[in-house]
């Protein structure tokens, strides 16, 4: 019995080591591949001006963005959040969604990216993420993928 419980115990705790959490799958580079609105019949792409650029998550919370002539530094965020969904009043219910908060400046050359996603998911086995800022009528959404 004792030696049974011996072995559940280090099973359950060798799993949950394993996972790992949100930070640990966002820390390193990425690069914004494309965004663009969602429309009723497709999508309408749309340039930010940092495609070229390479965006870097550190453990530690902070962030940088480099390209050939800037370097803007900030930080990152990410967390769980319940989402409420509403109609005429009545509670649909909720769901659980994850956001990612980007800040970085450089004010000497007058440059500010201020991102906050109100959801993202990794694709492709953890190499892409899909993040979406929720618009009335025109959710926008941003890819990134590995450099």
């Known amino acids: 019995m004792t030696r049974t419980l011996l072995i559940i115990t280090t099973s359950a705790l060798f799993l949950f080591s394993c996972g790992k959490q949100i ?3 966002l820390t390193g580079e990425w690069k ?6 969602k429309e009723l019949f497709g999508r309408d792409y749309f340039q930010t001006g ?3 650029g390479v965006f870097t998550f550190f453990e530690s919370g902070a962030a940088t963005y480099v ?4 370097t803007l530094s900030g930080y ?3 967390d769980f959040y319940t989402r409420w969904q509403y109609d005429n009043d009545e509670d649909y219910g909720s769901g659980r ?3 990612l908060e980007i800040y970085v400046a450089d ?5 500010v990216i201020n991102w906050r996603f109100d959801n993202f998911n990794f694709k492709d086995n953890w190499k892409r993420i899909k993040a979406v800022e929720f618009s009335i009528g025109r959710d926008r959404y941003y890819e990134f993928v590995e450099p």
């Open 23 to 25: 930070e640990e799958h």
């Open 32 to 37: 914004l591949n494309v965004s663009y609105k």
């Open 50 to 52: 940092y495609e070229d």
């Open 67 to 70: 390209n050939g002539q800037d």
């Open 76 to 78: 990152w965020k990410s």
């Open 97 to 99: 969604l994850k956001y």
């Open 107 to 111: 004010f000497n050359r007058n440059k």
